[in-house]
Nanobody
Framework: QVQLVESGGGLEQAGGSLRLSCAVSGRGAIGPVMAWFRQAPGKERDFVASIAWSGGNTYYSDSVKGRFFISRDNAKSTVYLQMNSLKPEDTAVYYC??????????????WGQGTQVTVSS
């Protein structure tokens, strides 16, 4: 059974940094791409960044490009999201997901439980 478990969320001041982790078990069946999404209260779940297990190609949403960086450690089956220069509008529940290339929620099959990130002004 595939499991994705996020960690690393919390409360941070604007301008600060946080690093999220997503540990994956059952990797062989989850697809070639890992991604991070986020969902603020009352809003839809939005794409943040994605990375390929093989080759490490990455893709970012315009709202985080240059501030957030996605990486992976294949040996640990873990994906990271380094978030720098945080803004209050980055406040959301962050989810990691496994699936295939794309920015739509429907292109990802497996999801973590989410971790809260709150950025104070």
């Amino acid at each position: 059974q595939v499991q994705l478990v996020e960690s690393g969320g919390g409360l941070e001041q604007a301008g600060g940094s946080l690093r999220l982790s997503c540990a994956v078990s059952g990797r062989g069946a989850i697809g070639p791409v890992m991604a991070w999404f986020r969902q603020a209260p009352g809003k839809e779940r939005d794409f943040v960044a994605s990375i390929a297990w093989s080759g490490g190609n990455t893709y970012y949403s315009d709202s985080v490009k240059g501030r957030f960086f996605i990486s992976r450690d294949n040996a640990k089956s873990t994906v990271y999201l380094q978030m720098n220069s945080l803004k209050p509008e980055d406040t959301a529940v962050y989810y990691c997901a496994a699936g295939r290339w794309g920015t739509a929620v429907g292109q990802y099959t497996y999801w973590g439980q989410g971790t809260q990130v709150t950025v104070s002004s």
